[in-house]
């Protein structure tokens, strides 16, 4: 006698629409959620196209990381996870990066930005992934907000991470 268990995979609906030449896509966990925002990117379109822009009100690095920061620590974030991310973009992103608007950082300013931290500060490959890794999660907060078009981090590659080998002296478990 055979029992019937239900699949827990949870439905998402995906949506893609070409705006300026690139594909744009999100997923979304209701039907109706993925209409509306196809609806709202298809007006977009249409406007651009009879010369209207809509407008883009452009945020700093720097504004949107410190409201992006204190909505991760309001939302429950770990304080030693909030005090790592603090730091980071307080000695690297933000003296860099921190005055030019969010909209605009490409995804090739950042690759230089971020192996200019390997190479004038001297930071591992390590902690270079942990910085791009926050700078993208930065962005996809940004994106799912729709402060911006495109995460431009998804471009930049992972460096490779020195692993230890760790070596054991015995193979008995003794």
Same mark, same amino acid.
């Given at each position: ?8 995979? /949870? ?54 990381? /410190? ?90 590659? /992972? ?16």
């Amino acid at each position: 006698m055979g029992v019937s268990m239900k699949s827990k995979t /949870k439905i998402q609906h995906r949506r893609f629409i070409r705006l300026n030449g690139k594909i744009v896509g999100r997923t979304f966990s209701r039907k109706t959620g993925a209409e509306r925002w196809y609806q709202e990117m298809k007006r977009q379109k249409e406007l651009q196209r009879s010369g209207i822009q809509v407008p883009v009100t452009l945020i700093s690095v720097s504004d949107f990381a /410190k409201n992006w920061l204190s909505q991760r620590q309001s939302q429950g974030q770990p304080a030693s996870s909030y005090q790592l991310e603090k730091a980071r973009l307080v000695n690297y992103i933000l003296p860099a990066m921190g005055q030019r608007p969010l909209q605009r950082v490409t995804g090739l300013e950042w690759e230089m930005f971020l192996n200019s931290l390997v190479r004038d500060h001297g930071i591992s490959f390590a902690t270079r992934n942990r910085i791009r890794a926050l700078v993208s999660k930065m962005y996809s907060d940004a994106f799912r907000q729709d402060l911006v078009m495109q995460n431009p981090i998804a471009k930049v590659t /992972k460096s490779k991470e020195a692993f230890k080998k760790i070596r054991f002296l015995s193979t008995s478990l003794e």
